[in-house]
């Protein structure tokens, strides 16, 4: 019966993302810049074609871009060097005319901003600043707007590379399967912070215990979810590796049980990783590589969410700092930050393998594409 719950779960996972003959032919791509505007495209998967709207928002430093749930709202950080200077917008969202009206914005809590989501039912946005290393939740108003902070957490402490580990770095606050916890990597302390989290009041409280420790120097930057919520997965920016961890996702723990790299053996040059997906069938976990410019591919255990290395693809040009798996989970686009281009590949829904789609399109330092469907 076990089994059979298994494979009914994962079925039902592959029919909510495989295309219909109903569904939309057509997606708005926002990519955010490390400059200051944010950029419309339109992706038509029928004719293969991505070609730009526009300007969509002129903003500084967006870095970092999130769409709420309902796909009505669009959230955006400003990576500002100090607290002054960052920030967190909202804007209203026009997924048929690729537009977004300025809402409001408030101060980010801290300095360098590099990290907003929304949670799970849509009622708060979650922050990381990465100067400070702190994390702040934003609860969200009916129409959108961000309301004043409801929580904030000061990290400290250090971790053993001098360099960049001086102090904290808060680098992603994710709110967890349920929304019952959120989870915070923090680069700098070679932790993830966990969270008792209430989405009601916008809270945040040390869990117990209250983080998951990563292996020194590894500098943990982004975790993501399997969908049956049973594993989490968290790239290492430093370290060049992808961790999995089992969650307990009544106590909120996290433990580690495989640690997998995402460079070739032979790599001998300078690599950070910065982003990690899971497939919306959750059977593939994908890590991009800034150095050796490539996307690690990997398989998932359904069972055991052990990862098997399944190819390592070069994305076509220089530093993918972020890249996003489209809601049908036929397509990834990763934003080559430093070639200024957007690149699309095909995913095989049978091997989770990617091939080049041939589409390309130019975009000013791109560090952050969000997809969403047309209706």
Partial sequence: MKLLRIALTSLAMMLAYCPTGAQSQQEMVFVGSGKKNIEAFRFDLAAGALTRVGLAAEIEHPSFLFISPNHKYLYAISEGRNAAASSVSAFALDAAAGKLTFLNKQPAGGAGPCYVEIDGGGRNALIANYNTGSFAVFPLAANGELQPMSAFIQDHGSSVDASRQ???????????????????????????????????????????????????????????????????????????????FRYDASAGTLQ??????????????????????????????????????????????????????????????????????????????????????????????SDGRLKSTGIQVQSDNPMCVRCVLVP
């Avoid at 990597?185 to 945040?204: A, Q, W, Y």
Wanted: contains cysteine; charged residues 20%; aromatic residues 10%.
């Fill in 166 to 244: 001086e102090g904290p770095h808060g680098h992603c606050l994710v709110a967890g399967p349920g929304d019952k916890f959120a989870f915070g990597c923090d680069l700098g302390l070679d932790k993830v912070m966990i969270f008792k989290f209430d989405p009601s009041h916008g809270t945040l409280v040390p869990n117990e215990p209250a983080f998951a420790q990563a292996k020194p120097g590894a500098g943990p930057r982004h975790i993501a979810f399997n969908p049956t919520g049973r594993w989490a997965y968290v790239v290492n920016e430093m370290g060049s590796t992808l961790t999995v």
């Fill in 256 to 349: 580690e049980f495989e640690t997998k790299s995402t460079l070739p053996k032979d790599f001998s040059g300078q690599n950070t990783c910065a982003e990690v997906a899971v497939h919306p069938s959750g059977r593939f976990v994908y890590a991009s590589n800034r150095g050796d410019d490539s996307i690690a591919v990997f398989g998932c255990d359904p069972n055991l969410g052990r990862l098997t290395f399944i190819e390592r693809v070069p994305t076509g040009g220089k530093t993918p700092r972020q890249f996003e798996i489209d809601p049908t989970g036929r397509f990834l686009l990763v934003g080559n930050q430093e070639s200024n281009t957007v690149v699309v590949f095909s995913i095989d829904k």
